[in-house]
């Protein structure tokens, strides 16, 4: 899901040359998931877990940030 976000982020920029800033944010949003996996899979639930809350709350003000933008008028 991280891979598709990125890439999705990039083809909405470049199409358009908008703000690269959710490339940037996709990027560090797939960097945290590949670290989660790896939290996961040694087992370091000291690090996994609060990883985990971090990345969701990540998210949440991410959704709620493009909520408010999509609630703009279009001029």
Do not use: D
Request: glycine content about 10%; charged content about 10%; overall charge positive.
């Amino acid at each position: 899901m991280a891979v598709l976000h990125l890439v999705t982020a990039v083809l909405v920029w470049r199409p358009g040359g908008g703000s690269p800033a959710p490339i940037r944010y996709a990027a560090v949003f797939m960097g945290l998931t590949l670290a989660q996996i790896a939290l996961g899979i040694a087992h370091l639930t000291v690090l996994h877990v609060p990883l985990g809350v971090l990345m969701f709350g990540m998210s949440l003000l991410r959704l709620s940030q493009v909520r408010k933008g999509a609630a703009l008028p279009v001029r």
